[in-house]
C-alpha cells in the first residue's frame, strides 16, 4: 500500500490523497482550494491523476474543502462507487448543490461583461454533475469494515468533527515472502475537539501501520468551553451597551447549529430574548434541518436535549430567512439584531452584505468563531484591516472584531496528541491539513511524547505504509 498526497499538503484547504492498494486506486477526499488568490484556476486546473483510473472515492465528511471538487471528478470520468456516512450523503448533496449554484451564478455575472469575439466561460460544474455524484454515494454506518474492492476493507469511526464526520481506516491483505499480513492506513479526516456540543468525542482507533493526520490547529490550544460560554455572554452585554448588531460569519455546517444550541441553552442569561435573530443562510437552514434527522448520532447530553422539547434550535424570536427580499430587509436594522450568516471565512455568501452595513459601525459587534484561512476576507478583518473593499466600496471598519477560538470544530495541538497516542505501536504519521510552521510545532511535540516518526508531506510526495 502506498499513498500520494495530492491536496492539503502544507496548506488547510484541498484535501486529496491517492492510496495505491492491491493495484488499484483508492481516493481518500477531493476537496475544493479555498482562499488562496488562484483557488479558481486551481480547482478547475486538471488533476494530478487519471480521473478514469481510480476505482473507489471514500469522503471523510462533507465539508467543501474535502468534497468540493467530486462533482469534477465524476464529469472527468471517474465512474466508481463513493463511500461514506450516510449523514455525509445527506449533508454532501446540499453543499455541493450550493457549489453548483455558486458557479452557475459566477459564470452567468462574468459571461455579461465579455468582450466581443471572447468565447462565454462554462461553470466548473453543474446541478446535473452534482446529481450524478450523489447517485454514486454509498451509505456506511460507524464501526463496520466494508470490503470496498477484494481483500481491502474501509472502516469509518466518528470524527467528531461534524455531523457524519469520520476517520477512515483502509485495511488491505497484504501477501509477502510467503506470509499474508494487514496493513492499516488511518486518515484522520478532520478531528474534531472532546466535549463540543451535539456531536460525539472523536472515537479512538485501535491500530495502525501510517497515520494521515490533520493538523489545522496544531499551534494551539483552545479555550475550555467555559471559557468560551463567557466570552460570548460577555460580547452580548457589550452589545447591549453599544446599541449595534451583532453579526456572525458562520459554516453552515456544525458551527451555525453549535451557536443556536448555546443560544437555547442560554437564551435568558445571555438576554438573547430582547434581540431579533436571523440565521440569514439557505443552506444553514437545510443544514440544521439535516442535524434533526441524525439525531441517533447525537451526544447524550443532545440526545435529552432534543428529547426535552423537538426542533430546540428554534427559538421563538428567531428568523429562518430564504429569500434575498427577507436578506435585504435586516439590511435597515441598525441595532439590536444577531444575524448568523455565510460564508464563515466572509469570501461569499449573505455575510458579505451584513458586513457591508455594519463594519463602518463602532456600536456593531462582529463576532469570528471559526478558523480564517490565510487569504480570506475574514483573515484580513481578524488580522486589524482598517479598511476592507466590499461590493466596489470601500468601508472603513469601525465595529468590534472578536475571535471566540473556543468553539473550533477542530482538535487542538493537546486533543490531536492524545488522539495519536491512542493508537497502538506509536505508527510513522504523515501531517497534512495544516499551514507551516504549525504542523512543524505538532510534529515536533509528537516526536518528543510519543517518539513517533513525523513526516510533513507537499504535494506529490509518495509514502509507504
Ligand atoms: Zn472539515
Redesign the pocket.
Known amino acids: 500500500m502506498e499513498v500520494q498526497f495530492h491536496g492539503a499538503a502544507g496548506e488547510v484547504t484541498g484535501s486529496c490523497h491517492l492510496v495505491s492498494v492491491a493495484g488499484k486506486n483508492v481516493l481518500l477526499d477531493c476537496g475544493m482550494v479555498q482562499g488562496d488568490h488562484e483557488a479558481d484556476a486551481r480547482n478547475a486546473a486538471d488533476f494530478p491523476f487519471d480521473p478514469k483510473a481510480i476505482d473507489v472515492l471514500v469522503l471523510s465528511?462533507a465539508?467543501i474543502?474535502?468534497t468540493g471538487r467530486v462533482p469534477l471528478l465524476v464529469k472527468r470520468g471517474f465512474a466508481g462507487p463513493i463511500y461514506t456516512h450516510s449523514a455525509t450523503m445527506d449533508l454532501a448533496a446540499i453543499l455541493l448543490a450550493d457549489c453548483a449554484h455558486i458557479a452557475a451564478m459566477d459564470t452567468r455575472d462574468a459571461n455579461r461583461n465579455l468582450a466581443p469575439g471572447q468565447k462565454p466561460l462554462q461553470p466548473l460544474y453543474t446541478q446535473a454533475d452534482v446529481d450524478a455524484t450523489v447517485k454514486r454515494m454509498q451509505p456506511l454506518a460507524y464501526d463496520q469494515a466494508h470490503e470496498i474492492l477484494p481483500g481491502v476493507h474501509v472502516t469509518l469511526r466518528d470524527a467528531g468533527?461534524?455531523l457524519g464526520s469520520a476517520t477512515v481506516e483502509l485495511a488491505a491483505d497484504e501477501q509477502a515472502d510467503q506470509t499474508r499480513s494487514t496493513r492499516r492506513l488511518v486518515f484522520s479526516g478532520?478531528l474534531g475537539p472532546n466535549g463540543t456540543p451535539i456531536l460525539c468525542d472523536p472515537q479512538p482507533v485501535p491500530a495502525a501501520d501510517l497515520v494521515i493526520m490533520e493538523s489545522t490547529y496544531g499551534d494551539r490550544t483552545h479555550k475550555t468551553r467555559e471559557d468560551t460560554l463567557n466570552e460570548l455572554a460577555a460580547i452580548f452585554r457589550a452589545a447591549h451597551r453599544d446599541g449595534g448588531n451583532v453579526v456572525i460569519p458562520a459554516f453552515a455546517v456544525g458551527r451555525t447549529q453549535e451557536l443556536l444550541y448555546f443560544f437555547a441553552e442560554h437564551f435568558d442569561e445571555w438576554g438573547l430574548g430582547s434581540y431579533r435573530m436571523f440565521l440569514d443562510s439557505p443552506m444553514a437552514t437545510k443544514v440544521t434541518a439535516a442535524y434533526d434527522r441524525h439525531e441517533d448520532l447525537f451526544d447524550p447530553e443532545a440526545k435529552q436535549f432534543w428529547a426535552r422539547r423537538p426542533h430546540p434550535l428554534q427559538m421563538p424570536n428567531l428568523k429562518f430567512t430564504s429569500s434575498t427580499d427577507d436578506s435585504r430587509a435586516i439590511n435597515s436594522i441598525r441595532g439590536g439584531a444577531i444575524i448568523i450568516a455565510g460564508s464563515g471565512m466572509c469570501e461569499g455568501g449573505r455575510i458579505r452584505h451584513h458586513l457591508r452595513h455594519n463594519l463602518a459601525n463602532p456600536a456593531a459587534h462582529v463576532v469570528f468563531v471559526g478558523y480564517q484561512a490565510q487569504g480570506t476576507l475574514g483573515r484580513r478583518i481578524v488580522q486589524g484591516a482598517k479598511h476592507v473593499h466590499l461590493f466596489g466600496d470601500d468601508i472603513p471598519v469601525h465595529a468590534q472584531i472578536h475571535t471566540v477560538g473556543g468553539l473550533s470544530a477542530h482538535a487542538d495541538r493537546d486533543g490531536l496528541s492524545d488522539w495519536y497516542g491512542a493508537i497502538a505501536g506509536r505508527p510513522p504519521v504523515c501531517l497534512v491539513h495544516g499551514e507551516d510552521p504549525g504542523r512543524g510545532t505538532l510534529a515536533q511535540a509528537l516526536q518528543q511524547k510519543w517518539g513517533c516518526a513525523v513526516t510533513l508531506p507537499m504535494p506529490g510526495v509518495r509514502v509507504t505504509v
Open positions: 465528511h465539508h474543502d474535502h468533527h461534524i478532520d
